[in-house]
Structure formats: structure tokens, C-alpha cells
């Protein structure tokens, strides 16, 4: 992987910056990550190993890894977290110029919606105006408990909404 100067996730995933919980999986050129900004514990990241920054110039490799990564993401955290939603977004933006991009997979409880008084992008907006992060006892014990799930071989989930 070659790092790119002034590049937080190229940074994390170096370890040229603590990651708490450490890399939790990689797969077909993609890492996961707990995420280190205000989301609430169990938001996890999903980004390239090298450093991206438009999806249009993600290799075949990795865009057919994509999808399927995801889904076994959310369905981990879904298992581990129980939340109301889990919020898959696209985040690639470093002080307003196109950056590292990442997928975000936010468990989204019932308890932040009525604590923020808001959800969606609104809620992500004030969680990160509040700017409480998880304590990184509790994220290295989080990424205990899901690594198994996205490093062991996957297994066929029932759907939740059926």
C-alpha cells in the first residue's frame, strides 16, 4: 500500500496513527476498520487499502468485492448491535477536496434518534456537532466481537425483514 502525505485513512491504516481495535478484516483490497470519529460505537469503516478517491477509478476487483462486503458488514453489525438501522454511506471529502474514500456502516439505534432528535445525515451531523466518541476499551472489545464474523468464512444469514 503506498500512503499518501496528510491522508487520515491511509494514516490509520499504515499505522502511522493508532487505530483502536486495529484492522478488523481485509478483503480483495478493501480493510475494515472501526470507525474513529463520533458515530457511536460499532460504526465500522470500509475503505480501499490504497488510497482512492473516486469510486469511477475502483479496479474490477475491487467493485466486485464492494457489494458483497458490505452486505457482511452490516449483516455483523445488525447481529452484534440489533440497531433500528444500519446506515451505509459514502464519505470521500478532506477539508471540502475529494479524499480517501470509505464506506461508512453506522448501527443506528432508537436511543440516538430520540437523543439527537434527529436521523439520516442529520443525525450523523450531530453526533459529530457533539463530538462524543467511544470510550477505546469499548471499541477494542467491539472489534473482538466482530472479527470473527467478517474473518471466518461467510455463512447464510436469514434475511431480518422476512
Given at each position: 500500500m503506498r500512503a499518501h502525505e496528510e491522508c487520515l485513512a491511509c494514516d490509520l491504516a499504515t499505522g502511522k496513527r493508532p487505530l483502536p481495535g486495529g484492522r478488523i478484516a481485509e478483503v480483495d483490497g478493501w480493510v475494515v476498520e472501526h470507525a474513529v470519529a463520533p458515530l457511536g460505537l460499532g460504526t465500522l469503516i470500509v475503505k480501499p487499502l490504497r488510497h482512492v478517491l473516486h469510486?469511477?477509478?475502483?479496479?474490477?476487483?475491487?467493485?466486485?468485492?464492494?457489494?458483497?462486503?458490505?452486505?457482511?458488514?452490516?449483516?455483523?453489525?445488525?447481529?452484534?448491535?440489533?440497531?433500528?438501522q444500519v446506515y451505509v454511506c459514502l464519505w470521500s471529502h478532506a477539508q471540502g477536496r475529494p479524499g480517501h474514500l470509505h464506506f461508512v456502516?453506522?448501527?443506528?439505534?432508537?436511543?440516538d434518534m430520540e437523543r439527537f432528535g434527529a436521523?439520516?445525515?442529520?443525525?450523523?451531523?450531530?453526533?459529530?456537532?457533539?463530538?462524543?466518541?467511544?470510550?477505546?476499551?469499548?471499541?477494542?472489545?467491539?472489534?473482538?466481537?466482530?472479527?470473527?464474523?467478517?474473518?471466518?468464512?461467510?455463512?447464510?444469514?436469514?434475511?431480518?425483514?422476512?
Open positions: 469510486v469511477a477509478d475502483l479496479g474490477d476487483g475491487e467493485s466486485a468485492a464492494l457489494g458483497p462486503l458490505l452486505r457482511r458488514v452490516s449483516a455483523a453489525v445488525t447481529e452484534l448491535v440489533r440497531p433500528e456502516v453506522q448501527p443506528v439505534r432508537k436511543a436521523f439520516g445525515p442529520s443525525l450523523q451531523m450531530a453526533m459529530f456537532l457533539k463530538d462524543e466518541r467511544p470510550a477505546t476499551d469499548d471499541i477494542e472489545a467491539f472489534c473482538a466481537r466482530v472479527r470473527p464474523l467478517l474473518t471466518q468464512p461467510a455463512r447464510v444469514r436469514p434475511s431480518l425483514g422476512q
